[in-house]
C-alpha cells in the first residue's frame, strides 16, 4: 500500500513511525514532513492546505491511504475535496469531512452538538461584536475564574482563563472588537470555569464502528507548576493514572459512545480520530472540547502503545469494518517531554544546529519542528522534538526521558523539568 502523511510536526513523525513497521506498506511519503520523516519515508515539499497538488501528486503515485495530521485541511475540506473528484474518491481519507470537522473549527457548533446528544459539559453563552456589552453582564452572572473561548481555530491559543471581572472584560473586549484572533474570534464563547484534573480521551471510528486508544494527559503551559502562557503541550504521559475502570466505563457510556450516535443521528460523515479534552470534577467525566485529529504531543505516547498495524486499522476505517479489530495495547507507560526553542510560545530563532540525537539509547526520538540543511539537522519551529520513553510506571518512564534530554543540545533549548508532577 502507498500512504501519504499530512503534516510537519511530532504527531505526523509519530504516525509514519509506527506505519514504516506496517508489512503491508509498500511506499510511504510525508508532506511536508521534517527531518525525522526523511529518515524513514520520503517528504514531499506540498504544502497541507494545497489540496490541488495533493491530489495531483496522490494520483501520480498511485495512493491508497491520506492521513490528515493537522486540523485546518480537515476544517477546510480536504476529505470532501477528495470524494468530489472521480479519480480521488476511491483514496480513503484518515481524518472527518467539512461538516464533522466544525467539531474542532467553531466551539459554537461543537457545544452545540454536546447539548443535544446530552453529553456532560459547562454551561455555556455565545457573543459576537455586536452583543459583547451583553456578554460583559453575562461574565457578572458567573464566579471567577472567567473562561473565554475564541469560537475559530487560532492554532490551541484561543482560550483564556481569567480571575479578574474587569480583566475577563476587557479580554472579551480586545477579542471581539480588537480582533485579538483575527477571524477566530468573531464569535467567543464565554463558559462556566469547571474544577478538576484534565486528561484525554482518543477514539478511532470509522463513522458507525470504533475502537478506544488510550488515555493521556497533557501539560499545555510553558513553565514550571502549570505556570506562564500556553502552548501546544510540554509533555504527555499515557495511561493517565488517576482515570480507573469505574471512571473509563462513565467516559465510555456517558461521552464516547453518545458522540459516536451523535456523528449518526446528525449526519456528520466522520472516519478518523476524535480527540476528547475531557475535565475530571469530583468523580464525573466532563467534555472540554473535541479536536478532530490526534493531539500533539499525546500521540507520541499514545501510538507507541498500540501494538496493531496501523496500516490495517485505517484500511478497517476506509472499510468501515472497525468492529472486526481487536485493538491490543502495551502494559507499559510512556511518556515524552517537549524540547522547544527559547523564547516559545513567542517570537524563537530557527536554523540553530541540533547535536546529540544519535546518542540517544532506549528513548525515541520523535521530531517536531526540525528541518535538514545538509547534512546537519536543524531547528524550524517552537516545539522542536520529543523524547518518548516507555518503563513499568510513568515515573521510571519520565526519568528516562530526562536522561536522554541531557544529551541533546542546541542553542537555547528549553523544556519543563516537572511532567507528570501533579500526579
Known amino acids: 500500500m502507498n500512504i501519504l502523511v499530512l503534516g510537519s510536526g511530532g504527531r505526523e513523525h509519530t504516525l509514519t513511525w509506527k506505519l514504516a513497521q506496517s508489512p503491508k506498506l509498500t511506499k510511504l511519503f510525508v508532506a511536508p514532513g521534517n527531518a525525522g520523516t526523511a529518515a524513514i519515508a520520503e517528504n514531499v515539499a506540498i504544502n497541507v492546505n494545497d489540496f490541488e497538488a495533493i491530489g495531483k501528486f496522490s494520483i501520480e503515485n498511485n495512493i491508497d491511504i491520506v492521513v490528515v495530521g493537522p486540523e485546518d485541511p480537515l476544517v477546510k475540506g480536504i476529505h470532501d475535496y477528495f470524494l468530489n473528484d472521480d479519480a480521488l474518491k476511491g483514496i ?28 456532560p459539559t459547562a ?75 484534565e486528561l484525554s480521551c482518543f477514539v478511532l471510528t470509522d463513522g458507525k464502528n470504533y475502537v478506544t486508544l488510550p488515555t493521556a494527559k497533557d501539560y499545555k503551559r510553558i513553565g514550571e507548576g502549570d505556570t506562564g502562557l500556553n502552548t501546544g503541550g510540554m509533555g504527555a504521559i499515557s495511561p493517565v493514572p488517576f482515570a480507573d475502570v469505574e471512571f473509563m466505563e462513565k467516559i465510555e457510556t456517558r461521552i464516547i459512545k453518545p458522540t459516536v450516535e451523535g456523528f449518526q443521528k446528525d449526519n456528520l ?20 472540547e473535541y ?119 542546541f542553542d537555547k533549548m528549553y523544556y519543563r523539568k516537572d511532567i507528570g508532577f501533579d500526579l
Do not use: W
Open 92 to 119: 480513503h481519507v484518515i481524518g472527518p469531512q467539512k461538516e464533522a470537522a466544525e467539531l474542532e473549527g467553531s466551539k459554537e457548533f461543537a457545544k452545540k452538538f454536546m447539548m443535544r446528544h446530552n453529553i
Open 123 to 197: 454551561a455555556y453563552e455565545s457573543f459576537t461584536k455586536d452583543t459583547v456589552e451583553a456578554g460583559c453582564q453575562f461574565l457578572t452572572t458567573l464566579k471567577p475564574p472567567y473562561v473565554l473561548k475564541a469560537d475559530g481555530l487560532a492554532a490551541g491559543k484561543g482560550v483564556l482563563i481569567i480571575d479578574d471581572l474587569q480583566e475577563a472584560q476587557n479580554s472579551l473586549r480586545e477579542m471581539l472588537v480588537d480582533a485579538k484572533f483575527g477571524d477566530a474570534s468573531t464569535k467567543v464563547v464565554i463558559e462556566e470555569f469547571l474544577d478538576g484534573i
Open 269 to 288: 460523515p466522520y472516519k478518523g480520530f476524535v480527540f476528547i479534552g475531557l475535565i475530571k470534577v469530583g468523580n464525573d467525566p466532563f467534555v472540554i
Open 291 to 409: 479536536n478532530v485529529r490526534m493531539g500533539d504531543p499525546e500521540t507520541e505516547v499514545v501510538i507507541p502503545r498500540l501494538e496493531n498495524d496501523l496500516v490495517e486499522l485505517f484500511e478497517a476505517v476506509g472499510k468501515q469494518t472497525l468492529n472486526e479489530v481487536a485493538l491490543t495495547i502495551k502494559d507499559e507507560a510512556a511518556t515524552t517531554i517537549m524540547v522547544v526553542s527559547g523564547g516559545y510560545p513567542e517570537a524563537y530563532e530557527k536554523g540553530k544546529e541540533i547535536t546529540g540525537i544519535e546518542t540517544i539509547k532506549d528513548s525515541i526520538v520523535f521530531h517536531a519542528g526540525t528541518k535538514l540543511d545538509g547534512e546537519k539537522v536543524v531547528t524550524n519551529g517552537g516545539r522542536v522534538i520529543a523524547i518518548t520513553s516507555h518503563a513499568a510506571t510513568y515515573k521510571e518512564a519520565i526519568k528516562k526521558s530526562y536522561q536522554n534530554i541531557e544529551k541533546l543540545y
